[in-house]
């Protein structure tokens, strides 16, 4: 991480008031990629990960039983609250958290975790970890939508803020998914430097695989 986590997030809680308005193309075609591909059940709970206003958050959350938004700026999370509020939302909750810490509560089963352009703030190494500890959670599927390199970085024309931004390549990311036990199930490239990844769980050897159609499945399977 090229500043510290207390820059950043003064950084963007100057930022919050304004951050819809300031979105670009590249950003709404993530967020939106993001919620499709999340497609959480309706039982299931979904951790956002550097929520932000709630771009993610508020959208899965009419489809999911709740939603958990962390992110480290307070004045994100009072721009996503407002939000939530004016939408008659009570099933998503957020507060701070940070990737490698989300602060998940103790009586949440994580099955979704998403997270859009925030991820590219991280250093490689830190991007690793923090894949290791959403692995931890054991959800059965991961979306990343990010600022990334399919080919490699333009420096007549970045997308990114050399100065405060760390974006990986695909491969690499790839790679760290693959470490942390997920296989990318889908790659979208939205821009040259723009792109989501969806991961789901590897399950281990002798470890029961979930039906197609979740729990309920199951349910109605053993049923008379």
Same mark, same amino acid.
């Given at each position: 991480?090229?500043? *510290?986590?207390?820059?950043?997030?003064?950084?963007?809680?100057?930022? #919050?008031?304004?951050? %819809?308005?300031?979105? *670009?193309?590249?950003?709404?075609?993530?967020?939106?990629?993001?919620?499709?591909?999340? %497609?959480?059940?309706?039982?299931? @709970?979904? !951790?956002?990960?550097?929520?932000? @206003? =709630?771009?993610?958050?508020?959208?899965?959350?009419?489809?999911?039983?709740?939603?958990?938004?962390?992110?480290?700026?307070? =004045?994100?999370?009072?721009?996503?609250?407002?939000?939530?509020?004016?939408?008659?939302?009570?099933?998503?909750?957020?507060?701070? =958290?940070?990737?490698?810490?989300?602060?998940?509560?103790?009586?949440?089963?994580?099955?979704?975790?998403?997270?859009?352009?925030?991820?590219?703030?991280?250093?490689?190494?830190?991007?690793?970890? @923090? !894949?290791?500890?959403?692995?931890?959670?054991?959800?059965? $599927?991961?979306?990343?939508?990010?600022?990334?390199?399919?080919?490699?970085?333009?420096?007549?024309?970045?997308?990114?803020?050399?100065?405060?931004?760390?974006? #990986? @390549?695909? =491969?690499?990311?790839?790679?760290?998914?693959?470490?942390?036990?997920?296989? !990318?199930?889908?790659?979208? $490239?939205?821009?040259?430097?723009?792109?989501?990844?969806?991961?789901?769980?590897?399950?281990?050897?002798?470890?029961?695989?979930?039906?197609?159609?979740?729990?309920?499945?199951?349910?109605?399977?053993?049923? *008379?």
């Amino acid at each position: 991480m090229k500043r *510290s986590l207390d820059e950043h997030a003064a950084r963007f809680d100057e930022m #919050a008031a304004d951050y %819809d308005d300031d979105e *670009s193309d590249e950003y709404r075609a993530c967020a939106s990629l993001v919620v499709e591909h999340a %497609d959480p059940r309706p039982g299931d @709970t979904v !951790l956002d990960l550097g929520t932000g @206003t =709630g771009a993610i958050a508020l959208p899965l959350a009419e489809e999911a039983e709740r939603v958990i938004g962390r992110d480290i700026s307070e =004045g994100m999370l009072e721009e996503a609250r407002e939000k939530a509020t004016d939408r008659g939302l009570s099933n998503v909750e957020f507060g701070e =958290g940070r990737f490698r810490e989300p602060a998940v509560p103790d009586d949440a089963d994580v099955d979704v975790v998403t997270t859009n352009f925030a991820m590219h703030h991280l250093s490689d190494a830190e991007k690793r970890e @923090t !894949l290791d500890a959403i692995a931890g959670l054991e959800p059965r $599927r991961v979306v990343l939508g990010d600022v990334m390199f399919f080919d490699g970085p333009d420096p007549d024309d970045p997308f990114y803020s050399p100065e405060v931004d760390d974006p #990986a @390549t695909v =491969g690499t990311l790839a790679d760290a998914f693959t470490a942390a036990g997920y296989a !990318l199930t889908a790659v979208e $490239r939205v821009h040259d430097q723009v792109g989501v990844l969806v991961a789901e769980r590897v399950v281990p050897v002798g470890e029961p695989a979930e039906p197609v159609g979740g729990p309920d499945a199951a349910d109605a399977e053993g049923g *008379s």
